[in-house]
T-cell receptor, first 111, second 117 residues
């Protein structure tokens, strides 16, 4: 499974867009990019995933570069409740389907 | 839809004692995961089940940890004997086995916080 690199922490003003980067330069063609977040004292929560096209859902947007070596999770209007650790995970679509978590990015939304 | 249920939420034991955690996945989910999350770190996969079979237990310390998933539904994770370094949150997750991008996200329980003293 490809490894990911994320900044350890970021701050974002409430109401502004939060852009969380992830580097996955060793990603292979059959691997998806997943994003999860973990709010304090809770289990990780699924946000979004994609293969090569940009994706959007009610929570966030995922922008994957054309070479697929990096991606950005965008929270369009961050709120205080978005304060959490955000994990970028590269996951195969065949085999054991396992999720390997790194240390993530600790996002702090400031009032 | 009910989520992944775990119990207990908290457990404090002395080192060398044994402890067991229980997980009830989302109904119909074939895949079940146990993760260990030490404070300040990301979750670490301990074991993955597909129905009642183990597909990955490479990170499970088998000299003291064991897990089972009888009948492919509920699962228990046991530690015997516990060490101080086992203090962590133990997370259970489940997912349906989907092909491609459908229904492959994992849903996590709230975890069991274990403190070994």
């Amino acid at each position: 499974d490809a490894k990911t690199t994320q900044p350890p922490s970021m701050d974002c003003a409430e109401g502004r867009a939060a852009n969380l980067p992830c580097n996955h330069s060793t990603i292979s063609g059959n691997e998806y990019v997943y994003w999860y977040r973990q709010i304090h004292s809770q289990g990780p929560q699924y946000i979004i995933h994609g293969l090569k096209n940009n994706e959007t859902n009610e929570m966030a947007s995922l922008i994957i570069t054309e070479d697929r070596k990096s991606s950005t999770l965008i929270l369009p209007h961050a709120t205080l409740r978005d304060t959490a650790v955000y994990y970028c995970i590269v996951r195969r679509t065949s085999g054991t389907y396992k999720y390997i978590f790194g240390t993530g990015t600790r996002l702090k939304v400031l009032a | 839809e009910a989520g992944v249920a775990q119990s207990p939420r908290y457990k404090i034991i002395e080192k060398r004692q044994s402890v067991a955690f229980w997980c009830n996945p989302i109904s119909g989910h074939a895949t079940l995961y146990w993760y260990q999350q030490i404070l300040g770190q990301g979750p670490k996969l301990l074991i993955q089940f597909q129905n009642n079979g183990v597909v990955d237990d490479s990170q499970l310390p088998k000299d003291r940890f064991s897990a089972e998933r009888l009948k492919g539904v509920d699962s228990t994770l046991k530690i015997q004997p516990a060490k101080l370094e086992d203090s962590a949150v133990y997370l259970c997750a489940s997912s349906s086995r989907g092909s491609g991008r459908l229904n492959t996200e994992a849903f996590f329980g709230q975890g069991t916080r274990l403190t070994v003293v």
